[in-house]
């Protein structure tokens, strides 16, 4: 199993500011997530964070509002650029090794709930 | 259209009821099914993972796997307090990195 500590828990940030979410796994992995959840809608994945490279967007999302750092197999980071309301969110870390684990996505951190007023 | 519909709820039950939770989808890539438990302000918890069709056993926690209806299901038996949590099912292809999440259903159950 792997553990993940995720920090902040929680923010309430003003608009215009940024946020540096961190995503701290207890073993090596192979793939690190970062994902959205809105209240009332799926979560959605923002981006792969991949190591020593830079991190795959999905559609909707770009690195010059969600930059994405891992420089190594344990440790990862998302920043919120330039908040809006519309940021508010819950925000979640997920971590595989499918060489361990066959199953995908079979660990998430507690999520960052962020408020930008 | 959605990716993955599941109907959000809220179901309450009493306590030692049976749930049943379900999830349809429109892909038929799909081949990986998996049913996640989230506590408030908690994150997502892996509960049940099945490749392909089929049926999968965990004590009081049954997933099914119905690909020729993209169906699938959660039943949980005996069903305590502490089930009480919202159900995500999530699905995804072979080879593909997204999973799609449907919105989670809200279950309690009542002493």
């Known amino acids: 199993s792997a553990v993940i500590s995720q920090k902040p828990s929680r923010d309430i940030c003003q608009r215009g500011t940024s946020l540096t979410i961190q995503c701290q796994v207890d073993?090596?992995?192979?793939?690190m997530f970062w994902y959205r959840q809105q209240p009332g809608q799926s979560l959605t994945l923002i981006a792969t964070?991949?190591?020593?490279?830079?991190?795959?967007?999905e559609s909707g999302f770009v690195i010059d509002k969600f930059p994405i750092s891992r420089p190594n197999l344990t440790f990862s980071t998302l920043t919120v650029s330039n908040m809006s309301p519309e940021d508010s969110s819950i925000y979640l870390c997920?971590?595989?090794?499918?060489?361990?684990?066959?199953?995908?996505?079979?660990?998430f951190g507690q999520g960052t709930r962020l408020t930008v007023v | 259209q959605k990716e993955v519909e599941q109907d959000p709820g809220p179901l309450s039950v009493p306590e030692g009821a049976i749930v049943s939770l379900n999830c349809t989808y429109s892909?038929?890539?799909?081949?990986?099914f998996m049913w996640y438990r989230q506590y408030s302000r908690k994150g997502p918890e892996l509960l049940m993972y099945?490749?392909?069709?089929g049926n999968k056993e965990d004590g009081r926690f049954t997933a099914q796997v119905d690909k020729s209806s993209k169906y699938i299901s959660l039943f949980i038996r005996d069903s305590q307090p502490s089930d009480s949590a919202t159900y995500l099912c999530?699905?995804?292809?072979?080879?593909?990195?997204?999973?799609?999440f449907g919105t989670g259903t809200r279950l309690t159950v009542i002493p």
């Open positions: 997920s971590v595989e090794n499918r060489a361990l684990d066959l199953r995908p996505r079979a660990f």
């Open positions: 073993s090596q992995v192979t793939m």
């Open positions: 964070a991949n190591q020593g490279s830079e991190a795959t967007y």
């Open positions: 892909n038929s890539a799909f081949q990986y």
């Open positions: 099945t490749y392909s069709s």
């Open positions: 999530a699905m995804m292809q072979t080879g593909a990195n997204n999973l799609f």
